[in-house]
């Protein structure tokens, strides 16, 4: 069992496949692979996750960086990172 530290204004976690709400929960369990390469670690919560004050929600600050950018680096983060693909963690929260 893992135990991770959710902020206490994040959304609930949506289900399995509907659209991300900023809830957290898949990076603060784990890196995508993109978070792999830029936490430099394989387990634990994503060195680029940022909790958003203003909106209430976490986000994705490797996102943020490349917020409108079309270079094929960015691309390529969007794509790994499964950018508008939808929640796709199966965490189950107690």
């Known amino acids: ?40 670690k394989r387990r634990g919560t994503c060195r680029a996750l940022r909790w958003n004050d203003a909106e209430h929600r976490y986000r994705c600050g490797l996102m943020q960086d490349i917020a409108g950018s079309r270079t094929p680096w960015a691309r390529l983060a969007r794509r790994l990172i499964a950018a508008g693909a939808g929640c796709d963690s199966d965490a189950e929260l107690a």
């Open 1 to 40: 069992m893992q135990i991770i530290r959710i902020h206490a204004d994040a959304p609930l976690k949506p289900v399995l496949g509907a659209a991300c709400n900023g809830c957290g929960v898949c990076c603060l369990a784990e890196p995508c692979p993109v978070g792999m390469l830029v936490s430099l």
